[in-house]
């Protein structure tokens, strides 16, 4: 595969900065994105540390999601997530990663009553932070989500019409295949394939989004690389470990190598 494979840290926020990318380094992908919160936070020191192994290590980033809600109606909470966000987003910018990744807004046990408002409170949200990114010289791209009735973007509709609401050049779209195949709709992302700015890939058994490698679980991979052949960007393995990481990514070259010979 010609596309740089990078290799998600979401798993290894134990460790300190230098041990979590020279630990990836040993498995020899091209890249390492960062959950930019914990030990792998995008201040203080961290900034630097990190901008130093990026001259080495290729980094694309990860927002925080734990305790966010970029939909929540609390103001305090809505205000805080967009500062724990913005930070990810400033920090990226000087770590030379050119986008992050950034969670949708989620329902609560309340707004679920609410789900126009909370929808909306995200809409402000995004334009929020896709200004900060322009301030600061980059990029955010939003993720689809997986099979969980209060999450929002699940489907390519809520995407599109997302991107085309909060309506700034600067928001891209980050493709989960293993979230995707959740909510059944692999095919359907497959049409707006041309918004696809940056790739998250794993597998699942179509019920539960269980992170699984490339090949084990049931998810259409070959046809969906396949598809995706003229796509330039990252592929960013979200693995359990890093034994299956390189499982995956041994199938993904797999896969895109018989593909070839058929075309």
């Not at 509709?157 to 891209?172: A, D, H, Y």
């Not at 195949?181 to 539960?208: R, V």
Request: proline share 3%; with cysteine.
């Amino acid at each position: 595969m010609e596309n740089p494979i990078y290799f998600a840290s979401f798993n290894m926020l134990e460790l300190d900065p230098r041990e979590m990318i020279k630990k990836i380094n040993k498995h020899n992908f091209d890249g390492v994105e960062i959950l930019a919160d914990g030990n792998h936070e995008l201040k203080g020191k961290n900034i630097e540390i990190f901008r130093e192994l990026s001259k080495q290590t290729p980094l694309s980033v990860h927002a925080p999601f734990e305790g966010i809600n970029l939909a929540s109606l609390n103001d305090e909470i809505w205000e805080r997530s967009i500062e724990k966000t913005t930070t990810a987003i400033k920090g990226a910018a000087k770590i030379n990663a050119k986008c992050t990744t950034i969670h949708p807004g989620h329902l609560t046990s309340v707004t679920v009553h609410f789900r126009d408002r909370a929808w909306r409170r995200t809409i402000r949200a995004f334009r929020r932070l896709a200004d900060k990114a322009t301030e600061e010289n980059t990029s955010i791209a939003i993720e689809n989500m997986p099979k969980m009735e209060h999450l929002f973007c699940r489907h390519p509709s809520e995407i599109q019409g997302f991107i085309e609401t909060v309506n700034k050049p600067n928001l891209k779209f980050t493709f989960d295949i293993g979230h995707a195949h959740t909510n059944n709709n692999l095919e359907k992302f497959l049409e707006i394939k041309n918004q696809i700015n940056h790739i998250h890939i794993h597998d699942n058994k179509g019920d539960f989004d269980s992170h699984l490698p490339v090949g084990e679980g049931t998810a259409n991979i070959k046809q969906t690389l396949k598809e995706l052949k003229n796509y330039k960007g990252i592929y960013v393995i979200e693995g359990r470990n890093l034994k299956e990481g390189e499982t995956s990514r041994e199938k993904m070259n797999e896969y895109t190598k018989q593909t070839q010979k058929t075309e």
